[in-house]
C-alpha cells in the first residue's frame, strides 16, 4: 500500500497529472489488492499442497500461481474483464520469475535432504481423507482381514457339509425306496 502510495505520486507529479493525489489513491488501492492477494493465494498454496519445508521449485510454482490469480483479480477489480489474461500472464511471470531469481542469487543453497513423494506428504494432512499406516497397523488391519475370510471359509464349510449329509440322506431315502419297490413287485418263492 504505501510503495504503491510512493510510486503512484511519483508518477503522478512525473506525468504532470492535474491530481498526483489522485493518482497515488489510486495506486495505493491497485498495489494492496495485488499485494494482500499475492500473499494470501500464496501463503495458502504453500500451506495446504506442499509440506512445512517446500523446495526452490515448489516456492517457484507457488509464486507463480499467485501472481497469476491475483494479478487476474486486481485486473478484474480496477481495469475490467477485457485486462484480466494480460494482467494474469503478467503477473505469473513477475511472480514465478521474481521467486527464481530470489532463489538462484539471494537464497542458501538448499539442503540435500531427503523429500518425500506427495502421496506420503498428502496422507499426513489434517484435512487429507487418506491415513499412511505403520507396518503394525498394516500388519493388524491384514490379520484382521484374514480372520473375516477364515470365519466365511469356516461357514462355507459348514454350509458344504450340510449340503452332502443332505445329498447322503436323499440318496440314501432313494435307494430304500427302489429296495422296497423292487421287493414288493417281485414275487413270492
Known amino acids: 500500500g504505501t510503495a504503491g502510495f510512493l510510486l503512484g505520486g511519483t508518477a503522478g507529479i512525473l506525468r504532470s497529472t492535474k491530481t498526483p493525489l489522485l493518482f497515488a489513491a489510486a495506486s495505493t488501492l491497485q498495489t494492496f489488492i495485488l499485494g494482500f492477494n499475492f500473499w494470501a493465494l500464496r501463503s ?3 500451506l495446504t499442497i506442499y509440506d512445512d ?3 526452490p521449485a515448489d516456492r517457484t510454482r507457488a509464486s507463480a500461481a499467485a501472481g497469476a490469480g491475483s494479478g487476474a483479480l486486481t485486473a478484474l477489480l480496477t481495469r475490467g474483464r477485457h485486462h484480466v489474461f494480460p494482467a494474469a500472464l503478467m503477473w505469473c511471470l513477475i511472480g514465478g520469475g521474481g ?7 539471494l537464497s542458501s543453497p538448499p539442503t540435500n535432504a531427503e523429500r518425500e513423494p506427495f ?3 498428502l496422507a499426513r494432512q489434517r484435512w487429507s ?3 499412511a499406516l505403520s507396518d503394525e497397523e498394516y500388519i493388524e488391519m491384514l490379520r484382521e482381514k484374514m480372520l473375516k475370510v477364515d470365519v466365511e471359509i469356516a461357514i462355507l464349510d459348514d454350509k458344504i457339509a450340510e449340503l452332502r449329509r443332505q445329498q447322503e440322506q436323499e440318496s440314501r431315502t432313494g435307494e430304500g425306496g427302489s429296495d422296497e419297490a423292487s421287493g414288493s413287485s417281485a414275487a413270492p418263492p
Open 44 to 46: 495458502t498454496l504453500l
Open 99 to 105: 521467486q527464481m531469481a530470489y532463489h538462484r542469487f
Open 129 to 131: 481423507p487418506v491415513r
Open 119 to 121: 502421496w506420503t506428504r
Open 53 to 55: 519445508s517446500p523446495q
